[in-house]
């Protein structure tokens, strides 16, 4: 699911793209300082290692502990004995790592975002919905899709337009009008019609109308750059 966050001066859309096919964070930079127990029914349970070498106890021996005492029980053992920093529904899922060590909160909240499978990126788009640059992996919790938002508003920000190629699709986007009822056939390029016929006398003409140009093909004095050729010969020029 693609989600518009908002339209920005220089006319690029920032969007945020839902994916739900994350990398595990306890294999993803250096998120998951924290140990957790989660506890299924029936003797199951899913344990998940902190990266964190220094905490004393280990998810398997928490396992251990739940199944021989009450959680309320293993939680006050786990603060007072080893001095960590605990938390949970109160019931079948617990978290634990170091007092001293980063907030709990935020990597409960990644944790979780991982295992509901709300993950994803950003996207930036030029104002003709070209991608300009995106990245993905980023778990969608609050501090997270914050660094999102404030990491796309830069790329979008940073964005130019590339005159090449805003000529390139004038070119590609060139349709010709065919003639019939009296009106001559006109090719149309950049919003320019260039219509070309032969008159009564057997005269061909050439006839160019400027009323509906693009702007990007203006110069800077309000005029359209132009050359003519005939034969491979430059026969007008103006600037």
């Known amino acids: 699911m693609r989600e518009l966050i908002e339209t920005r001066e220089n006319g690029t859309r920032i969007y945020i793209e839902h994916d739900d096919s994350c990398d595990s964070p306890y294999d993803n930079g250096d998120y998951m300082y924290m140990s957790a127990v989660i506890h299924h029914g029936h003797g199951r349970y899913d344990l998940y290692e902190s990266k964190d070498d220094e905490i004393p106890v280990t998810a398997t021996k928490v396992r251990e502990a739940l199944h021989r005492t009450d959680y309320r029980i293993v939680v006050r053992w786990l603060e007072v004995v080893y001095g960590l920093r605990v938390d949970g529904d109160g019931g079948s899922v617990l978290f634990f790592t170091r007092g001293d060590a980063e907030d709990l909160s935020n990597d409960m909240a990644i944790f979780n975002a991982w295992r509901d499978g709300e993950c994803g990126g950003w996207i930036v788009e030029d104002p003709d919905e070209v991608e300009v640059e995106s990245v993905w992996g980023f778990y969608m919790t609050d501090a997270e899709r914050d660094y999102m938002l404030y ?16 000529y390139r699709r004038m070119n590609e986007a060139a349709k010709l009008h065919p003639a019939g009822d009296g009106y001559p ?9 260039v219509l070309a ?3 009564q006398q057997g005269t061909l003409r ?11 093909i203006t110069s800077t004095h309000e005029t359209v750059p132009m050359q003519i050729a005939v034969q491979g010969e430059q026969v007008f020029a103006a600037a």
């Open 206 to 216: 050439v006839s160019i109308d400027l009323d509906t140009v693009d702007s990007a």
């Open 185 to 193: 056939a006109a090719l149309e390029v950049g919003g320019v019609l």
């Open 151 to 166: 990491e796309a508003r830069i790329a979008a920000d940073r964005w130019t337009p590339d005159p090449a190629a805003a």
């Open 197 to 199: 016929y032969v008159d």
